[in-house]
């Protein structure tokens, strides 16, 4: 496979990085991506004591474990899907190691795998947050519920948007090459007096879905992904909906 993109897939080890490698994966099949792991460990999750001895020697110690870990992850991904994988990992403050991970790697797309949260906000945690404003490129936040699966056509799906609106992302072409048709567009609308409860077919293969802005529209929403089977959902960064709470890989671009 071509590579013309390089994606680096953020992970903190927790149980849903299989579902991320998996969407991960799927991803860079479709748009002939290089793949990137990178990992970044927390000193004071480490060094529980202050003698300077013992620190280094649990830091030794957590060094041999996270290297095998992260093997043994990857490994049999690479193996299935027949994809290599590099991978890193740091000990630090996290923020500043991921910095400094963006900055030598350049990706062009980041993939965080998606959490749960409360926010209001379109996602819920500091560590997605800090990505979104400080890289400018694609982000995949990758959901562990219906996951893009390697060498099958994805269920794509635009929020208050067109193919238009995702035209500018260089692997959109790609993406649609590989989706199911027809498209769907899901739009929320202010102040309407008549919402389209059927799905009204804007181009032979776009198919639109209304819904007027209340206080159930995410539920509405997430019932309407979940009936067309979505699993990778295109959104603007500016978006202000609580698209966290809903059950689907994101692809929030610029």
């Given at each position: 496979m ?21 969407s ?11 793949i ?84 209001l ?9 800090f ?26 799906g ?96 610029n």
């Amino acid at each position: 496979m071509n590579t013309k993109y390089k994606i680096l897939v953020l992970s903190d080890l927790k149980k849903n990085t299989s579902y991320t490698l998996k969407s991960t994966i799927s991803l860079a099949n479709m748009i002939g991506g290089d793949i990137k792991f990178f990992h970044v460990k927390k000193p004071v999750d480490i060094v529980e004591k202050d003698n300077q001895l013992s620190a280094m020697r649990s830091i030794n110690n957590e060094y041999t474990v996270t290297e095998k870990k992260i093997k043994q992850l990857l490994q049999p991904f690479s193996e299935s899907y027949s994809t290599r994988i590099q991978s890193s990992f740091s000990f630090g403050n996290v923020r500043e190691e991921i910095e400094k991970c963006m900055n030598q790697y350049q990706p062009d797309i980041i993939v965080l795998g998606k959490r749960k949260a409360n926010s209001l906000r379109i996602v819920g945690d500091q560590i997605t947050q800090f990505v979104l404003k400080n890289f400018k490129g694609t982000v995949m936040i990758a959901s562990d519920q219906n996951t893009l699966e390697p060498n099958k056509e994805i269920s794509l799906g635009m929020l208050n948007g067109t193919t238009n609106d995702i035209s500018h992302i260089d692997f959109a072409e790609d993406l649609i090459k590989n989706a199911q048709l027809p498209l769907k567009s899901f739009k929320i609308i202010k102040n309407s007096e008549k919402v389209e409860k059927n799905p009204t077919p804007s181009t032979q293969k776009m198919v639109e879905y209304v819904f007027e802005e209340s206080d159930n529209v995410n539920k509405n929403l997430a019932n309407y992904l979940s009936k067309n089977n979505i699993n990778l959902l295109c959104v603007n960064r500016e978006n202000n909906y609580p698209i966290n709470k809903l059950n689907v890989s994101l692809l929030v671009a610029n």
